[in-house]
């Protein structure tokens, strides 16, 4: 399988608060709230900066986070980008 790119939904459509160990993401959009655990928030702030794949992913966490090893990272957060994409609060980029 391909490592699909994906762009975050605009900041201004999402309000994401923090709950303790949940956090709530309401879509303006779909008028859906949506609560999530780590690293579903992070993954979101990490497409700040635009699209990106698993493997850019892993980059931008890894060198945010200062994790040495990017590589077992990228099949697990293809899961989580196809589980966003599912909520629609990323898309896949054509």
Do not use: W
Not at 34 to 55: R, T, Y
């Amino acid at each position: 399988m391909a490592d699909r790119s994906y762009r975050a939904a605009p900041r201004s459509a999402l309000r994401i608060e923090p709950l303790g160990d949940i956090t709530a993401i309401f879509d303006r959009r779909s008028m859906q709230t949506h609560l999530v655990v780590s690293p579903m928030p992070q993954i979101i702030a990490m497409m700040d900066n635009g699209p990106c794949n698993a493997a850019l992913l892993a980059k931008r966490l890894a060198m945010a986070f200062d994790i040495e090893s990017e590589g077992d990272a990228k099949a697990i957060l293809a899961e989580r980008l196809a589980e966003l994409a599912a909520m629609g609060l990323v898309a896949e980029e054509a």
